[in-house]
């Protein structure tokens, strides 16, 4: 991380199976402890997690971003393929729906799509966004 420069955009990949394993929840908050932080020292202003929806683990990983002024951004290919499987929304609005065929089930995705762009802008009312949890011990710096 010492060679990041602030206009960077630090990337955080090899996360998007917390949405499949919730067991690496502990492992994750032990890492992002360390690395956000350190971030914030070196004066990182942009962190991009890849495809991470999970609500409980964006909720944190924003609140501890905020706590640095850096700016969070994700990216996941579930906003549009959910309506597909006949799944609307996320975490507490997430609902089975059934979708037609053709054309107007790619009406259906984007509109999905939409609709989590604005639950994604007002993530920081949302029950979701709240200091995550500290791993015990002392943390060192990367």
């Not at 394993?21 to 402890?33: D, G, N, S, V």
């Not at 507490?92 to 984007?110: H, I, L, Q, S, Y």
């Not at 989590?116 to 500290?134: C, D, E, G, I, S």
């Amino acid at each position: 991380m010492p060679l990041l420069e602030p206009d960077d955009v630090l990337g955080l990949g090899g996360w998007c199976i917390l949405g499949m394993q919730l067991r690496w929840i502990p492992e994750f908050w032990r890492t992002m402890w360390q690395i956000i932080p350190s971030a914030g020292q070196l004066g990182v202003q942009r962190v991009h997690i890849f495809g991470v929806m999970l609500a409980k683990a964006l909720g944190g990983l924003l609140w501890l971003c905020d706590q640095y002024d850096i700016q969070l951004s994700t990216d996941s290919a579930g906003p549009s393929k959910r309506p597909a499987f006949g799944q609307w929304g996320y975490a507490d609005w997430r609902t089975k729906c059934n979708f037609p065929a053709g054309e107007e089930r790619g009406v259906a995705r984007a509109r999905h799509v939409q609709e989590v762009r604005k639950w994604l802008a007002q993530f920081r009312h949302t029950q979701y966004y709240n200091k995550p949890p500290m791993p015990g011990g002392q943390l060192g710096l990367l």
